[in-house]
């Protein structure tokens, strides 16, 4: 049987390792082990320092696992947004966050840019008088687009009072990120972590930490508050995903060093942008190349071309991701992460070349 490999965006392909991982957690009786016990804080010990070490994460920052990333939409707005927060956003993902946040503090507001255009950081309208988060998609899965470190630092310079927040989905654990130009950093394990969806992981600053003590959220569930104190021993303030937790410790443990991991990325996605300018009847989806996603490569043409590809990958074993919201017919997306292995970029260029590219 042929070799298959999967493109999909999220949930994405996962290490191959994932297999073995899953039976240990069985075998070693993790899927039943109490979380308020020693073996479970050590394990939760264990991984928080592990992914700190591979993501190049402050000592002082705090981590708190969670259901998924969009659960941190609701938890930084409950927590560190007392009274209005402030969106940027081109896509999406952006769009749903600032939706969330408005329904939980309705004087919460936005800016939309486009897909090929950078922001002028400094012109944007907030306060940091009168704004506590400011709210950026550092990777928008859905139009395949950036914000890279420089804009990222440029927004950070000027905040005033308010607090930075991240989304970084498509490009935490795959993406050398620099953790202290914000104050809250989140994802989901099912697309850079190589794993299966079901676990989010949030980063919070000192500065962030002491915003939610003094909002001092208890009304809810996932609480900041409640969260920060069962960390201080390992702990999670709610029955916890323990076998999502085992299987990030596994892979954080046997990871290179995320600086590795980003600049194998970053050679891939450039050659694959080189290959499909030039060789290929699909398109770069973004044209500006400061924009471009390193994680997530977004593709361009007619929705029969679309189709027709799509369907001719499925049949050479490849599965490629597909467009989202209005770019849904006329788009490809191609997930770049870590757990894709070299072996799959080489036979989807090979599947262009045999099919699409003129000899």
């Known amino acids: 049987m042929a070799q298959t490999f999967t493109f999909n965006v999220g949930p994405s392909a996962v290490y191959p390792a994932v297999r073995q991982y899953l ?14 016990g020693e073996r479970f804080t050590g394990l939760v010990r264990q991984t928080v320092a592990d992914l700190k070490a591979k993501l190049n994460v402050p000592q002082d920052y705090t981590v708190l696992f969670t259901g998924s990333a969009t659960e941190c939409w609701e ?8 009274r209005r927060s402030f969106h940027l956003y081109n896509g999406e993902f952006g769009k749903k966050w600032f939706d969330y946040a408005r ?10 840019f486009g897909l090929d255009e950078i922001p002028d950081m400094g012109a944007l309208p907030f306060s940091g008088e009168d704004t506590d988060l400011v709210c950026i998609t550092q990777n928008e899965t859905s139009t395949a687009t950036q914000l890279r470190e420089t804009h990222i630092l440029n927004l950070f310079n000027r905040l005033g009072g308010a607090l930075l927040a991240v989304d970084a989905t498509s490009s935490l654990a795959g993406l050398n990120l620099k953790y202290i130009k914000a104050d809250a950093w989140f994802g989901s394990v099912q697309k850079c972590f190589g794993l299966p969806a079901g676990l989010g992981v949030l980063i919070l600053s000192p500065r962030a930490v002491a915003q939610a003590k003094e909002v001092n959220d208890r009304a809810h569930y996932n609480g900041l508050p409640a969260a920060l104190s069962n960390m201080l021993n390992h702990q999670t303030n709610y029955t916890p995903n323990v076998l999502g937790i085992y299987l990030l410790s596994r892979v954080m443990a046997e990871r290179e060093p995320i600086k590795v991991v980003a600049q194998h990325l970053a050679d891939r996605a450039q050659k694959l942008y080189d290959f499909f300018e030039q060789a290929t009847p699909l398109q ?13 490569i977004g593709l361009r043409g007619e929705a029969p071309l679309i189709e027709e590809i799509k369907r001719k990958a499925l049949d050479a074993g490849l599965t490629l991701g597909g467009g989202y919201g209005p770019l849904k017919s006329t788009t490809i997306r191609l997930a770049n992460f870590p757990a894709v292995p070299d072996a799959a970029m080489e036979a989807l260029v ?5 099919e699409y590219v003129a000899v």
């Not at 770069?284 to 997530?296: C, E, G, H, M």
């Open 23 to 36: 039976q240990d957690a069985y075998d070693e009786g993790w899927l039943s082990v109490p979380h308020r």
């Open 75 to 82: 938890i930084l707005a409950q927590g560190l947004t007392p």
């Open 103 to 112: 329904a939980l503090r309705p004087a919460s507001t936005g800016v939309q």
């Open 284 to 296: 770069p989806l973004i044209a500006n190349p400061d924009a471009r996603s390193t994680t997530v």
């Open 350 to 354: 090979q599947f262009f070349v045999k």
